[in-house]
């Protein structure tokens, strides 16, 4: 999975929590992104990031905030874990926004 | 706005017969076209993208796509499938109207592809 680790794999919370997802690359990409995948719904982007604290929302970013202090990690944070965001994040990386993306290999969260 | 179709929730092929994944797109400027391929409990892999130059674009594992300007498609294509085929089948388009104007990677819904022996 190009050097991408997400962390954890699994996680099931209780609605209300807040829940930090971590995305790491050994890669040096400047480009990160968090997306989540839903049946019938494909892959939706919640937020980029094009640099060190740099990041710009995506179609879905409602209930979500992302930081990145370092090249190498992304930070996606539910600040009160909703039922309606029970889905399987990926993270990905690319050198510019005009290439392919490379993904991780997901985080299925779960949210009770 | 920017938009990508993919008309088909599964594709059913037998193993050794040629298979088509089909993607329809719309965008206001030059498409950056791309499709990925994810196994099972997998993240996404890229298999192939189309900028610009020969509409029939190869890839890997295979796979090769043709981009339609007329039609508005880029259908996914191999001669011959293989049951290891088997996955969910994810095509994007990336809207591109030059001066560093482009949208977000929007992805189609996915498409299911299952090759029997």
């Known amino acids: 999975d190009a050097g991408i680790t997400q962390s954890p794999r699994h996680k099931v919370t209780e609605t209300g929590t807040p829940v930090t997802l971590r995305c790491h690359q050994t890669?040096?990409?400047?480009?990160m992104y968090w997306y989540r995948q839903d049946p019938g719904h494909g892959l939706r982007l919640i937020h980029y990031?094009?640099?060190?604290?740099?990041?710009d929302k995506g179609e879905v970013s409602d209930g979500y905030s992302v930081s990145r202090s370092k090249t190498e990690d992304f930070l996606l944070t539910l600040e009160s874990a909703t039922s309606s965001q029970t889905s399987v994040y990926f993270c990905?990386?690319?050198?510019?926004?005009?290439?392919?993306?490379?993904f991780g290999p997901g985080t299925r969260l779960t949210v009770t | 706005a920017q938009s990508v179709a993919q008309p088909e929730d599964q594709v059913n092929v037998a193993e050794g017969n040629p298979l088509t994944v089909k993607c329809t797109y719309s965008?206001?400027?030059?498409?950056?076209l791309f499709w990925y391929v994810q196994y099972p409990n997998r993240g996404l892999q890229f298999l192939l993208k189309?900028?610009?130059?020969?509409?029939l674009v190869k890839g890997s594992y295979g796979f090769e796509a043709e981009f339609n300007k007329s039609q508005t498609s880029f259908h996914l294509k191999k001669p011959s499938a293989l049951v290891s085929d088997s996955a969910l089948y994810f095509c994007?388009?990336?809207?591109?109207?030059?001066?560093?104007?482009?949208?977000?990677?929007?992805f189609g819904k996915g498409t299911k592809l299952s090759v029997k022996p």
């Open positions: 965008v206001s400027g030059n498409p950056y």
């Open positions: 994007a388009v990336r809207d591109y109207q030059g001066g560093g104007s482009q949208g977000n990677l929007i």
């Open positions: 990905a990386i690319s050198t510019d926004r005009l290439v392919e993306q490379y």
């Open positions: 189309y900028i610009t130059g020969d509409n």
């Open positions: 990031s094009y640099g060190v604290k740099d990041t």
């Open positions: 890669e040096n990409h400047r480009y």
